[in-house]
Structure formats: structure tokens, C-alpha cells
């Protein structure tokens, strides 16, 4: 028996997709992306000086932080104090690896990048709405930090972008909701950039294991949500064409 | 020589409030509460249990939470994980007292309504508009808990609101924004129900003292100021009428 | 129904007041102060530095440290070990604001004088008293910075002393014990300087809200207990005519 | 230009694998897992009761937990103390949801099974040997809890091996050691069954990105090292063919 | 060359040794314990109840904390407070050890006897003060839960006091003070009860080693001390003979 | 009633003892040193700089960790995560206290050498194992860093070695094993050096005391043990006499 989507998406449909840029005003870059009814805001600071281990190294560098707000769930969930979850430090370690891709740090010169994820609210997907979204912040603070003369040219060397799949029944289907993710067999979370060029790819079999066959099928899907998400990007994005290198 | 307030306002002028209901889906209550350029996300999530300390005595509770996003202020500032900053700490017990003055335990029954309020921009004034955003989160999170049958009538006892105000030249200032607040000798905040009673009333001098008469004067001031708020709280609540006890 | 004080005294009336000086002898200030049955030791400690965002300033600092020790209490508490509770920060970063304003910070220069109070037996007012006998142990330390030549001239702008007055049935009375304070409606701290300007003032409702009226019947009471105060102090400061600027 | 090995090994070959079993006397399973320089001492410990979500379930549950001996590495690290890094959070996450998909937990009723990965030495693949040496160390367990007769039947429901394998200069390596790992532009672990099912894949482009198509010629090596993995498993478990279902 | 005691002690001779009982008055026992400069607060506190692996047992538990107030020593220490050092916690183990000894756990009853010491002043000797000070309060308190009728009978089976004594220029001395205790070569730290049996004896060459020889000679110095406190513990508890067993 | 040994040892006779060298290979020294079923691997690491106390003064130091692995014992215990227990923070002080006293710092030079004692398998005495092993991977890495041409000559000043012993029904016996060890009355440690000269003992009495005659014995027996130590180790160290100074 096939599996019925619980909003009448196509096996190979995104959910909307939208992101509401300067949602805050103090952070160099600031984006309310949402995916559907996963709501995650993402802010890109900018401050002088780089860890220790790059320190007179002319390179730049960009961390990544995650957190959900407690009421971001169906129930609430106690913020994370004396230590980050497993799962927590996973998904930041994730976004800023994602998002350094992006980046030229000799170009960018000793500064540090600071990508705030916090998901405001959660439906699934969260760490690839993270991903995309923070993209498109990033883009914005570099945009800005090129419009204050700090930087003389854009250090962004490619598009980022991730999205999650999964097998229900067997069968592959892109951009899962928290409905489709608790019944999801397999649990799959590609990043990839401009040509499709695979960044990170993650697949986890909750039950069972998964064929190569069905490896194939999911990254099939992953190419073509990938592919809608780097035009939304690049439709958000005003100045995209003086941004990319 | 007189302060001069950057946005031209009147000494007893609030800057514009609004209250964006139903922000997020998944808590009882939720709402962007906006003071001028600080806003915050003050949700209300409601939970079976209480305390240990009032286990068995038929009464709920209400526990506040506050936090800052890293990225809310000018300069971004690091999240506190090992331990709460003394500032936070005062800050959520502030508004979990303000909040407690509201509701009959009683009513309520062994439950627990936690208040998160989490700053997304921070210009001034974050604790006094996190309990006056609190408030309207706590009547949509009760109002709905009656339309569930959860509850048959409302404990709201009273409305609360709260505000700050300062002395900048020896002069008073109603709602102080940054630039003010850092320059205000004498930082003031003060919760009032809707007869303006006073719930709480903290004054400090950040250099030298201030006078009686000058106490006197910022309650005026105080005043003036919760008696709007009060009533743009009253029209943001549709059914107020019904959850006034 | 007017409220009968369990130790007789009149409502405006202060318990016994004591500054025990020199209590151990390796601070430079060392006093064990009594408030009734509330005893506190309240040491000054010198230590040449300031904190890192007055490095280079030639500004002093002051700084405070609260703790109960377990057996202070009717019944014993744990110590705080891995993080101080809300309570703790709030009585420390108070007792701090508030002997800082009696210090010039040029005069004393780059140096933090540490103020330790440390509570020996609690039987309420245990801030209050900190703050009053820690203001002596200040004096002493200072007087003894200026006998070792280390300081040429006394960097004490004022004298200091805080007073905690509530309401009980709607009256007002002075310095509660333990009894009092669990049964007051209303809690208030007040701290003023040697002329009764207002240092800091906090009053909440802990049932129930009060009344401007009541809150100038709430001030007056503490002006008369700070008068006390401070000539208990200067009474036991013997060489308070040298220090004072 | 092509890489060349250090230990001059053909591109598809593992280092040598050794599993010495009963390394330890106290724990259920003991195994010193070596694949190269890497020496991993796997054990498996078995106690009464389930996590709280599990308990009245009839399930029995896995966990894992991994650390490196600080000695472990060519220069000494500190413990980790106060939290786990990410890394190690992500490698024992790992460790536990790859050893899960071998047991059948109705059969293994409410007891747990704690798997401990301590590295002993550390020349790259840790966290693979881990999960190779671990499921010998959970044979041996199981078959030492039906002896005992606390177990009637074996709850293994398949056999679980790892491997890493990378690219170097554009071209696929099975099983890195340390100066590989560091060399790589790709980073790839992968988790297999008996059946060469994916329980996991996990790829990490640490610079550029890759394709489809080295993708699968990644999946086809790993292959390729899992199948010499489980015949190594399957020779060291005397009593395999008892305990597989 | 022999060592001149910095206050012309003989080298057998202890300090000035004074118990102040009923230093505070919420514990059961509160002794303010001197042996000259060296001044600890020693309290003993009752609570219902045993420690987990005691539940059922019919048994009762004494366990101690020790700690330095800041500004105990000669220059102020920072409090204590993400976790415990290393020596703070072999103290006050060994103080609970000490004081065990002295007690019937099963006259006691399920009961839990926490002993505080809290040193206000540090001359060195300060964990040996602790014991021999502790255990008056001990007797104090046992003493008033008889009264209380809350014990039939007294548990207590000992009496316990504990010495130091060092190794100064190859000579044994008594009672180090803490010029001493810095000079000296082997640092004896001595635990015994009335008949002069042995509970701890821990001794530390600090630079060098000792011979059998002084080893004896550092045993005959100790009984020759703690005969001295236990004839001061037994003055100090007025109620003596009827609380020993 | 005489105490009869589980494995039929004399009583003064040791488990046997073997030291197996070079079992990591990254640590300078790497020992698995085995008393009877103890197992602990000892590590020397050697890194460059001393702790703060030490800058400039051209010593340099030595530290030491202690862990058991949770699998070490009958029983699964937890790992030590948060904070270690006073008993692990109480031995890895004694193992650094006794290995620092064969060290002449000033011809080591400012660096550290770190001792890591990982007990990988515990039957009792893994305190005085570490001592024992550890001091056989110090002369190893001596050794070490004397061939690579770091030291120019030998900072090695004497042996060390450690031995525990016991009173069972009123006997002392040597080298405790678990089932011993729960049973003793009395638990000494004892560390010297190669004139037997005493570094460290420790001796506490589990029940009731013990006397001078029954502490002379025990110290007959350490000394017994520890000849057999000593010879051991220097036939495990090839190259002692060059080491010797």
C-alpha cells in the first residue's frame, strides 16, 4: 500500500517555501525561512578576530548555532542549559560545515561568521530549513558588509542548499512533514551547492536497512528538491548576480 | 538642560505597541508582543503536574522562562549555557511573580502554565514588555483551554501590565528606549493591575540618589503609561469580557 | 485585626543592632553584624586588578559575594554548588550596586575591593544587613588602606545603609523577622545614603497588590529605620570623621 | 597524480583485523578490536531495566558510549569533563544506532545492553573499529547470557559491520588510516548488514564536493571492505551459527 | 639546627584550644571550635531519613561538608563553585570517616547527622580542628535529641579528636600553625579515639622521605595531643558521662 | 578463627606481578602493569610548558589522572562525567604526589609530564598498581626522551613502588584482593622509595581502631612487599642503571 501525504503533495513535492529577510534589524544578515509550517529564523553576525587555531592566518571562519525554542513543538521541550543534546550538537556541527562550503576565507580575512539558527517552530526539516535559509542570510550580511566597504569583494564561491527525504512504504518522498518523519523507515539529509555538487549526504535506516537501489531513488529526489530550492534562493536574493563569484 | 529623545517623543509617551496574537501554532498561547523596536515572543504552554511543593493541594502554578537570542542586540552576545547570568535570573522571576498576581490557583487546578518569553530584538524595556506580551499570551492560552473543556471558567483574576521609566536631567521618561536607558540615571520598572495596584516597583539609582518627590514623580509617570497599555491589552483580547472573572 | 509583633516591639522600632569589628583578622575589613537573630560576616578583601572591562581605566571596583551557610536555617539547606539559585544572584548583585555607590572608583583606583557576606544565622533582613554591615566592613578596610599608605586619601563618597519594611493587615512595620516576613503581604528593601537619598528601592506584592498611599507609608517607615542606621554605624566607626570626604 | 599509501596497501585493501576476545573478565563481551594501528577495547555490559520510555514495554534496549583514552593519540588530549564534544556525541549516537539494528528487542526483554567503545589507540577508523569490534563483543554477550540461561534464544537478528573509506586525489581508499584521513577531500562511513543492506551512510565533503558517480564507487568500496569485515566477524565468533536468527 | 616555634611553643605543646557551644542556634549542635588562630564553625544538623543504599536498613548515616570562607586565609580564595577541588573533598570525606567512628548507627535510626564545618579562619590545622571541634557539636546535638525525646538512648560508642604534627628540620612538632606547616618536610595528619586506637593516620613526605624511626616518633607525638583534646572535648560537654556508652 | 585466602597466598605474599612495556605506542611510556587480576594501563606523555605556579622558574612538574573504565568492574559502574568523585580525586593526587618524589624538576626542565593511570580491569589495589606501573612508565619515557636528545641526562632520583595491606580477624596481610579488600577491618597504603624510605601512608580503620603494635606490622609487611616491588621493576626497566642517578 502506498503511502497518502497527509497534505496531498506529489511524492516529489517541497512544501511552500518562503523567506522573509530583515526580520530582525541588529544582525548583518536576518531570515525568517519557513518550510511549510517549519518556521526557523536565521541571523548571520559578523565580528572582528577568528579562533585561536587561525590566528594570523589571514582566514576567515563561520560557526554555526542551533536551538528550538521550547514552545516550538507540539509539546514543550526544556531548553537545553548545563549541556547540548547529542542530537543538538550534530545539526550545528552540520549547518556550519554546510554553509563553510560557501565561502572563500582568505577573501573574507580574519572575521568570524555567526549563523544563529533558532526554530521558532517546528514541523520537521528543521536542519535543511537551517541550511537554506542560512544561505540566504549569509548572502544578505555579505551583501551588507560589501555596501559598508568592509569587504572589497564577495568571498561566496557557490549556492548551498538541503533538503530531507525519506522511504514510507518503501517508496521515496521529498521534504518530510513530523508526521511523515516519525513513520519514515529510512531518514536522509542531503546538502549540495550550485551544480549539484554533493556537500554531506546522511542516511540513517530507523528500521530495516535500504538498497542501493533505493540509495539512487533518494538521491534522485534530493537533486530535484535541491534544484527548486536554489531557485527560490536565488529569487530571494536581489543582488545575487554581483554576490556570486 | 533637557533630554532631547531621539524618536521626538513626548516625556509620557509610550513608543507603539502592538501584540501579533497566534504567532506560533503549537503553544496555548502566543504572541509577538512589539514595544517600538523590542520584540518578544512571549508564549504560554500548559502541562499536567506542579512542583513538588504543591503536589496534592488542588493549585497550579506559573513558571516564567527568559531568554535573549544571541543575535536580538546590537553587538551579538553569547547564549548562556553552563548558567544563567544573574540578570536573567532575576528577569524571569520578575515576570513569573508579575504574571502569578494575575490567577486563582484554585481555578486553575494541579497544572502548570510555563511563560516563555524570548527576545527576537532587544531595544530596551525586554522584561516589562515580556510581561505586558505575557499577559494577552496568558488570556489566549486560558480562553483556550476553556473553548477545549479543560477548563469551565477562567482564573484570570486581574489584568497585568508593566513598564519602565527613568530620570535623564534630573527629568522623567516614560518607556525608555536603549540610548535612553544607557543614559537615564535612575532605571525603573514597575507592574500594576488594572486598578493600579502595584504588584511590584524596582528602583535604581546607576549614579548618586534620587529624592521622594522624585519617587512620586515616576509613579505618575508609571501610571500614565500601564493605563494605556491596559487598554491595548484589553483590545487585542477579543474575549476579554468572558475571561475576566 | 492589627498585627502583634511576636517580640513586642513598635511597629517603626528596629531590633538590637550590633557591629562586631575585627571578627577574624586576615581581611581588611571584618565585621559580624547583627540585626536581631540575623547574623552576618561581612569581610572586605583587596586585591590589586580590576575586572577586563576597566583595565586601563584607572578605575577601581567593587565587587560582592552572598551565601548561606547550610545550618543558618530553621531547617538545614543544601549548599549551592553547581550553579546559585535566582535568590542568591539578586541578593549579591544588590548588595554590589549598592556599597558601590558610596565609593569614588578614580580615588580608589585600579584596585577591587571584594565585599563577602556570608550569613552565620537567618532570621530574616539577612540582605539588608549584609549591605549595613558590610558598609562598616568597608569603612575599616578603607581606614586600613589608608594606615598602610597604600590609598593617600579616602575614596568614600557617602555612608549606606538599607532597611527591609512590609506590610502585614495593611500596616506597616519595620525590620521583619522570619515570622513577619512569611506573613507580610507586602516586602520592600530599601537602601538610601547619609542624606536618605534613595539608593534602590524593591517592593513586591506577595499577595494581593498596594497602594500609592501605602507605598509613602512604606518609604517613610524605611526613612526612619535608615536614620537609625546610620548613626549605629558612625558609632561604631570610630574614625569615620577622617574617612568621610 | 595517484596517491600512494603509506603502508603501500592496493586502494580496496583493509589493514589487518584482530579480535581478541575476553580481553577483559567481568564485563559480558570483552574484545580488543584492532583494524591497523587502531585499537578499540569493545565491551558489552548487561544490567535489569529500560530507559524510562521503554519500561512496561517487554522491550529491551542498546546504548552505546565512546571516549578516547587521552593517550590514545600522537599528542595526549585532554579528557572530556564537564560536557562530551560534539564529535564524540555524534560517534557513540552513531555507535548505538548501528549496533540497535542488530537485536530484536521483544526478544531480549527489558534488560540493556551498554556498549562501551574505549580507544586504546588511535590511528583513524575509530569509530568503524568500533562498531565491528562492538558487534563481536555483543555476540559474545548474548551467547554468555544463554549459557547462563537468563536468555532462551539469541535476540541477534542480523550481523553488523563499518568501514570508512575516502577520496584521495579524486580516487576511492578503503579504510584510512591517520595521514590518509587528513589528506582526504572526502570523509565517508558507512554501515552495513549481513546482506550489505545500508543501516548508515554518512559522507562529508571536506573541501570541494562530489558527485553521483563517486558516490557510488564510494558505496561500491564500502562494499568491498564490509564482506572481508563479516567473514573476520563470523571466523572470530565461535558460535555464530548458534546465536544468528 | 633546630626549628624556633614562631610562638615559642614547646615542641609537644598544642595551641590554645577553646569550644564555643551554641555559636548559632537553629542546628542541633553549633560549636564556634579554636585551636589558636585556626577557627572553624562546627555544626550538626538532623534530617529524616538515609541515603539510598541505607533505605530499610534500620541504620542512620553522618556525613560532613567542609569549606574556607574566602576570606578565611591570608589572601581571599575564590568559593568553590562548578565543583569541589581535590583536597576540599578528601577532607571532608575524611572528617565523615573520623566522626562515624564514633557512632551506632543502629541506636541512631534511620537518620541522617550532617556535620557542617566551615572554617571562618585558616592557621593550618584546619581539617584536624574540624574533627576534634565536630565532634562536640556531635555530642551537643545527640545530647539534645535525647532531650528531646527523640532518642531513648545515646549512640554514641567513642570519642574522636584529631591532630596534626610535622617533621621540621628532621624533629617532630605539634599542632602546626601555618608558618610551620608550609617548613615542614612530612605533614601527619592523626585520628584516634579514647583509648587512643587508631582510625586514620595519614602521613605525606613533602620533600623526601621518613624513616620507621620518626614514623614512631611522629605516633608518640600524636597520642601525646590528643590526649590533651580529648580531656578539653570532655570539659567542654557538660553532659558527658551520660551520653557515653 | 584464621582468615584463609581466596587463592591460597601466604600472607605475606604478593599476587603476581608483570609490567608488559610499549603496549600503545604514542604515549613516550605505555605500560600494562598487572597485580594479580588489576590491570592498569599506564601512560607517560611529555609536553612542553608547565603549569602557571611554575613559569620562569625552570622547573619543570608532573600530574597525574586516574580513571577506571566502566566495564573494569564486576558491576558496570558509570563514567565520571560532570565532576569526579572524591575517592577518583584523591588518588590521582596520591599517584602524582609519589611519582613527583623521584623527579629532580630542575634537571627536567619547564615540562610536564602527564601520568594517566586507566585501570582497564579492577580486583582492589589499583591505586597502588598505578603508582607501581606508573613509575615504570616514567623511567620508559625518561628513557625516551634521553635517546631523542631532549634530556641530556636522567631527572630520575629515585624508585618508587606501592603496596597495599590489610587486617583480616586481626592479621595483616599483603596485596589485597576485592573479596579481601571487603572484608579488611583496616586499609593501609603505603608508597616508598628504594631505601624503603616513606613517601606516603594511609591507613584507616574500616571498624573499630587499630593499635601501634598491629600499625608496626603493617609496616613490616608494606616493606616486605615493596622489596619484591622494586626488584621487579628494575628487571622490567632494561636500561635501570644508565636511568639511576
Given at each position: 500500500m502506498n503511502w497518502q501525504r497527509p497534505d496531498g503533495r506529489q511524492p516529489y513535492q517541497l512544501r511552500p517555501v518562503s523567506f522573509e529577510q530583515n526580520f530582525t534589524r541588529y544582525a548583518a544578515g536576518s531570515v525568517l525561512a519557513k518550510c511549510g509550517d517549519t518556521h526557523v529564523l536565521c541571523t548571520v553576525s559578523v565580528s572582528q578576530g577568528v579562533p585561536r587555531f587561525l590566528e594570523g592566518s589571514g582566514k576567515g571562519?563561520?560557526?554555526?548555532?542551533?536551538?528550538?525554542?521550547?514552545?516550538?513543538?507540539?509539546?514543550?521541550?526544556?531548553?537545553?542549559?548545563?549541556?547540548?543534546s547529542g542530537r543538538t550538537q550534530e545539526i550545528q556541527r552540520l549547518i556550519g560545515r554546510s554553509l563553510r562550503a560557501a565561502i572563500d576565507f582568505d577573501i573574507l580575512g580574519e572575521r568570524t561568521l555567526t549563523v544563529d539558527a533558532d526554530v521558532l517552530q517546528a514541523d520537521a526539516g528543521t536542519r535543511t530549513t537551517a541550511i537554506t535559509g542560512g544561505f540566504v542570510a549569509l548572502a544578505n550580511?555579505?551583501?551588507?558588509?560589501?555596501?559598508?566597504?568592509?569587504?572589497?569583494?564577495?568571498?561566496?564561491?557557490?549556492?548551498?542548499?538541503?533538503?530531507?527525504?525519506?522511504?514510507?512504504?518503501?517508496?521515496?518522498?521529498?521534504d518530510l512533514d513530523y508526521v511523515e518523519d516519525v513513520?519514515?523507515?529510512?531518514?536522509?539529509?542531503?546538502?549540495?551547492n550550485?551544480?549539484?555538487?554533493?556537500?554531506?549526504?546522511q542516511g540513517t535506516a530507523e528500521s530495516g536497512s535500504f538498497t542501493r537501489q533505493q540509495l539512487n531513488q533518494l538521491m534522485d529526489f534530493s537533486e530535484k528538491g535541491i534544484q527548486q530550492l536554489l531557485i527560490a534562493q536565488r529569487q530571494a536574493i536581489s543582488d545575487w548576480d554581483k554576490l556570486q563569484m
Open positions: 571562519w563561520l560557526t554555526a548555532e542551533y536551538r528550538m525554542l521550547p514552545s516550538a513543538t507540539q509539546q514543550r521541550h526544556d531548553r537545553e542549559l548545563i549541556k547540548l550580511a555579505i551583501s551588507k558588509l560589501i555596501q559598508q566597504g568592509t569587504l572589497e569583494r564577495s568571498p561566496l564561491t557557490g549556492q548551498i542548499a538541503a533538503i530531507s527525504v525519506g522511504l514510507l512504504s518503501g517508496e521515496p518522498f521529498l513513520a519514515a523507515t529510512v531518514d536522509f539529509n542531503v546538502v549540495m550550485q551544480h549539484l555538487g554533493i556537500i554531506e549526504v
